[in-house]
């Protein structure tokens, strides 16, 4: 009687039932990175959403979190284009205004520079972005003393991505480090004030999200 024996190949890949485990192992493990990447923005969250110890509140508005466009932007004031994973991995104040720059949009500049900068040892976790709305180069003087500063070419679905965002240029915008924006910080002519507010806002979800430590110059 002749029998017909089907040996496995090396990799075992005419075996059903390993094939089977092989899948349910590579699911299982593109699940873990998910979680690894959400969760410590997710704790974050956690803390203004849910977790309020009696006292404490947050200084900034929290939005609904919108994610910004995928497709980039082109540089502004001789800087290269400005892509969305650019602003991955890290917390960042964004402000959106016209080239000329004018009060409100200079007391924007100023107060995020100061809360990264109260950031110390953390502030390279935290990145700033000018978006210039409309025509023309915002002029050197208004950004001298912001070094660091992307600087790129709002079009209009990133400007659509910013809930509450004034003409002026006076809102300060927070993304967190997946690429949304989650809170705002309205202009406010107490720059101080607005300064310590965001800075608090910032340590906060600096100690609860672990995502950019260590990662960044």
């Given at each position: 009687?002749?029998?017909?024996?089907?040996?496995?190949?090396a990799d075992g890949s005419n075996d059903p039932q390993r094939s089977?485990?092989?899948?349910?192992?590579?699911?299982?493990?593109?699940?873990?990175?998910?979680l690894v990447t959400v969760l410590p923005v997710a704790a974050s969250y956690f803390t203004f959403h849910v977790w309020q110890p009696q006292g404490r509140v947050n200084y900034g508005t929290l939005i609904a979190p919108t994610p910004l466009p995928a497709q980039g932007l082109p540089g502004a004031g001789g800087?290269?284009?400005?892509?969305?994973?650019?602003?991955?991995?890290?917390?960042?104040?964004?402000?959106?205004?016209?080239?000329?720059?004018?009060?409100?949009?200079?007391?924007?500049?100023?107060?995020?520079?100061?809360?990264?900068l109260a950031q110390a040892k953390e502030l390279s976790r935290v990145g700033r972005v000018y978006l210039v709305t409309g025509a023309g180069e915002p002029a050197a003087d208004r950004l001298r003393g912001h070094e660091g500063l992307r600087l790129a070419r709002a079009d209009a679905a990133w400007v659509d991505a910013l809930p509450g965002a004034d003409a002026e240029g006076g809102t300060v915008f927070l993304v967190d480090p997946l690429g949304n924006v989650m809170m705002r910080f309205a202009d406010d002519p107490d720059t101080i004030r607005t300064a310590r507010g965001i800075t608090k806002d910032l340590q906060r979800l600096l100690k609860y999200s672990a995502l950019g430590r260590g990662s960044r110059e």
């Open positions: 009687m002749n029998a017909t024996v089907a040996f496995p190949t089977a485990v092989a899948r349910r192992r590579a699911r299982r493990t593109l699940m873990l990175l998910a800087q290269p284009a400005l892509s969305r994973t650019e602003l991955e991995g890290q917390w960042t104040l964004l402000v959106a205004a016209p080239a000329s720059c004018e009060a409100a949009c200079a007391r924007a500049l100023f107060v995020s520079r100061q809360a990264r």
